[in-house]
């Protein structure tokens, strides 16, 4: 029996100090932009019941069949191709193929454990948020190399904030689908990923520049696909 996985505090400036968003940095401030959005995402039904091992199977399913949609948004290779120097290159393209290595084979995995036919993951709609959140992303295409790279970053570290709280509370899921969603997010690895965004954020991102704006935006459509995966009910 899983055990009830403590809610994230109130985020502060400094916490992330540990990955190189130091107080007073430039991904400190982004992260401290919108905190009311990234502690509803981080806190939210969706998560509460994946980290508790109470999500309602439907759930899960309906959030694998949207996720995996989401997935190819394009993001990796603008980024490698609007990279300024080889060993962000490097690191992006070695960071792609993890996800291809493991990102990849869980939804795959998992799509065919939950009997998912190809034909109702074809046949079902994308969730209003995201498909608002593609379109978003798409939008961001032209827009610059920062300002890539802040909706990168922010995407990721939403996902490395929830998943970490079950790590920091030292509860393991016992369900297969909610261990591996949560062993994808946080971990060495993911954790190096999440340090490697905010260092190019520091260096490249500007609190005045559009890069806040997308960040904030950014966090607020991660909240609504979490909120999303129970329009159903
Ligand atoms: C919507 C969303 N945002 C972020 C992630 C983490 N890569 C994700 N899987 N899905």
Redesign the pocket.
């Known amino acids: 029996m899983t055990k009830n996985v403590p809610l994230a505090k109130q985020p502060a400036s400094g916490d992330y100090a540990w990955l190189g968003a130091e107080a007073g940095s430039v991904a400190d401030h982004m992260y401290m932009l919108n905190t009311e959005d990234w502690v509803e995402a981080i806190n939210s039904r969706f998560v509460n019941e994946l980290l508790n091992d109470e999500l309602p199977e439907e759930v899960l399913k309906a959030y694998l069949i949207q996720?995996f949609k989401?997935?190819d948004n394009g993001m990796m290779g603008r980024l490698i191709k609007l990279a300024p120097r080889q060993e962000t290159k490097d690191m992006l393209s070695k960071q792609a193929q993890w996800f291809e290595d493991n990102e990849t084979t869980y939804f795959e995995h998992f799509i065919k454990a939950y009997n998912i036919s190809q034909q109702e993951y074809d046949e079902t709609e994308q969730t209003p948020a995201n498909k608002e959140?593609g379109e978003y992303l798409e939008s961001l295409a032209d827009k610059g190399w920062p300002v890539l790279v802040a909706a990168m970053c922010c995407?990721?570290w939403?996902?490395l904030a929830w998943a970490k709280r079950t790590v920091d509370a030292s509860v393991v899921q016992q369900i297969p689908a909610h261990k591996g969603w949560v062993d994808l997010?946080e971990g060495e690895l993911f954790r190096a990923w999440v340090g490697n965004l905010i260092a190019l954020v520091n260096e490249y991102c500007s609190v005045n520049g559009p890069e806040a704006e997308v960040f904030r935006t950014m966090v607020h459509l991660?909240r609504r696909?979490f909120e999303d995966s129970y329009q159903l009910d």
């Open positions: 996720d989401f997935y959140y995407m990721e939403v996902y997010h991660e696909f």
